[in-house]
Nanobody
Framework: QVQLVESGGGLVQAGNSLRLSCAAS????????MGWFRQAPGKGREFVAA????????YAADSVKGRFTISRDNAKNTVYLQMNSLKPEDTAVYYC?????????????????WGQGTQVTVSS
């Protein structure tokens, strides 16, 4: 069992940056690949990025490549999402997720555990 708690969301102007954090409970954090998803109003949940168990491999959606970076600190049981050059279309609730099978690609990531989400709003 993994419990996930996101933090770091807020209201920012376009072009600025935010860093999201996701703290995980339990001793199995490093056994999971970790991912970030987002859901904008009226839209489905969208894959953003994922990172392997060791942190050596990452994968990001085309819409955020070059702007968002996922990282993790297994000693702190925490995964991060650094978001730079934010755009109004990045506005969404961002969710952290864990995949015990260790996948990181968008169509293979099988989230078994989810956080409650944190709101990110980007004003123009």
């Amino acid at each position: 069992q993994v419990q996930l708690v996101e933090s770091g969301g807020g209201l920012v102007q376009a072009g600025n940056s935010l860093r999201l954090s996701c703290a995980a409970s339990g001793r199995t954090f490093s056994s999971n690949s970790m991912g970030w998803f987002r859901q904008a109003p009226g839209k489905g949940r969208e894959f953003v990025a994922a990172i392997s168990r060791s942190g050596s491999n990452t994968y990001a959606a085309d819409s955020v490549k070059g702007r968002f970076t996922i990282s993790r600190d297994n000693a702190k049981n925490t995964v991060y999402l650094q978001m730079n050059s934010l755009k109004p279309e990045d506005t969404a609730v961002y969710y952290c997720a864990a995949d015990p099978s260790g996948m990181i690609h968008a169509y293979q990531f099988n989230a078994m555990y989810w956080g409650q989400g944190t709101q990110v709003t980007v004003s123009s």
